[in-house]
């Protein structure tokens, strides 16, 4: 079946840190894959996406790159703030899937000032 | 703000109770879904809507019935809940309908936090 793992939380870094959250993945065919961020109190936001292998997501600062190669879906952004404090979930939608998602387990991220 | 509306945010209800949680979207989307997260938690599907018709129950108690009246609402209506269903009751929409070759993102609400006494 389909799976996302995550790297376990919480993540703390100092503010302007460079910030990597690993996911890598395993679904038939080509899934389209997305990060969502969660910030507390909040529902989930869809922060990027990316459809095809290669594909660079990007908003915000946070880029991703699918890797099919590698089955990876890395999360990076060069300076963190402190606003980025919140939970980012991994997922995949795998063709023919129903539009079905399949999330990580979630990394806590916390910025320090 | 999010283009997913969702009421009460908050709800507090006894286990001898009727409620329901309305979610509301405008977007043209004919896809809606209801998740359930609990704390710590990614969200777990609980059901899907495709052009109003429920296309997807991933085995949900019948104390959980959802409804669908027009292509921007979505209700669920809750009866004789148990403690261990207290969650965040999250909806979501997407442009994709479910079946369709394209995965389109899915666009979430704020959810509704559901307290079972």
């Known amino acids: 079946g389909n799976s996302v793992t995550q790297m376990e939380g919480p993540v703390t870094l100092s503010e302007e840190a460079f910030l990597t959250i690993n996911c890598t993945y395993t679904a038939t065919g080509y899934p389209s894959l997305f990060w969502y961020v969660q910030y507390p109190g909040e529902g989930l936001q869809l922060l990027l996406k990316?459809?095809?292998?290669?594909d660079k997501g990007s908003n915000k600062g946070f880029e991703a790159t699918y890797r099919k190669e590698t089955t990876s879906f890395h999360l990076e952004k060069g300076s963190v703030q402190v606003s980025d404090s919140a939970v980012y979930f991994c997922a995949l939608s795998a063709t023919g899937g129903g539009n079905k998602l399949t999330f990580g387990t979630g990394t806590q991220l916390k910025v320090e000032l | 703000d999010t283009e997913v509306t969702q009421t009460p945010k908050h709800l507090v209800m006894g286990m001898t109770n009727k409620k329901s949680l309305k979610c509301e979207q405008h977007?043209?989307?004919?896809?809606m879904y209801w998740y359930k997260q609990k704390a710590k938690k990614p969200p777990e599907l609980m059901f899907v809507?495709?052009?109003?018709?429920?296309?997807i129950n991933e085995s949900v108690p019948s104390r959980f019935s959802p409804e669908c009246p027009n292509s921007s609402l979505l209700n669920l209506h809750l009866h004789a809940l148990q403690p261990e269903d207290s969650a965040l009751y999250l909806c979501?929409?997407?442009?994709?309908?479910?079946?369709?070759?394209?995965?389109?993102?899915?666009?979430f609400g704020d959810g509704t936090r559901l307290s079972i006494l």
């Open positions: 809507y495709s052009y109003e018709k429920l296309s």
């Open positions: 977007m043209g989307h004919r896809a």
């Open positions: 979501a929409s997407s442009s994709g309908a479910p079946g369709s070759t394209t995965n389109q993102p899915q666009h």
């Open positions: 990316a459809t095809k292998a290669d």
